[in-house]
T-cell receptor, first 112, second 114 residues
């Protein structure tokens, strides 16, 4: 079973920052937070992951609360091509790394 | 990032026939591969996990005799849907991981059984 909760859908205006929330209140100390997205009829695409520190890469930023019970994925300047379903997943890394189990995700629509 | 390919991208077959889908990791050695299935407007559902040279581990409710998985090399896994029926029509996605690193996904294969 998925261990995260996300809003089913969100809208954002093109050029604005898109902030996608995720609750993972039962996360364990050794579980990482992963974000993937899936554009229609394609395989999921890796975005970013983190353990407890905030992370940033060329695609997005990941903000994890101090208690690690929730996180926010930030797309700083959303474009129409960012329209996709975004999945937040928690998983153990390292030895004994777990399989990725997908929840329902958030369907993000970027509007012109 | 790492590249995972699938072949074919689309396949249409008649009911009762078998279909084989290939998944390849192009620039890394995939010690573990995963097969997912996705129905329209639904999330991905994990079907099975396979480690190179070992038998696949199937998720609950997935028939291992119907969905045959072979992971004979570190760069290739195959999924064979045997005696396919219309209800097997779906989007099949493979994923690959090297040791404990990130998991990368293929582009998916759309299977239609008529």
């Amino acid at each position: 079973d998925a261990k995260t909760t996300q809003p089913p859908s969100m809208d954002c205006a093109e050029g604005r920052a898109a902030n996608l929330p995720c609750n993972h209140s039962t996360i364990s100390g050794n579980e990482y937070v992963y974000w993937y997205r899936q554009i229609h009829s394609q395989g999921p695409q890796y975005i970013i992951h983190g353990l407890k520190n905030n992370e940033t890469n060329e695609m997005a930023s990941l903000i994890i609360t101090e208690d690690r019970k929730s996180s926010t994925l930030i797309l700083p300047h959303a474009t129409l091509r960012d329209t996709a379903v975004y999945y937040c997943i928690v998983r153990v890394e390292g030895q004994g790394a777990q399989k990725l189990v997908f929840g329902q995700g958030t369907r993000l629509t970027i509007n012109p | 990032g790492a590249v995972v390919s699938q072949h074919p991208s689309r396949v249409i077959c008649k009911s009762g026939t078998s279909v084989k889908i290939e998944c390849r990791s192009l620039d890394f050695q995939a010690t573990t591969m995963f097969w997912y299935r996705q129905f329209p407007k639904q999330s991905l559902m994990l079907m099975a996990t396979s480690n190179e040279g070992s038998k696949a581990t199937y998720e609950q409710g997935v028939e291992k005799d119907k969905f045959l998985i072979n992971h004979a090399s570190l760069t290739l896994s195959t999924l064979t849907v045997t005696s396919a029926h219309p209800e097997d029509s779906s989007f099949y996605i493979c994923s690959a991981r090297e040791d404990s690193y990130e998991q990368y996904f293929g582009p998916g294969t759309r299977l239609t059984v008529t």
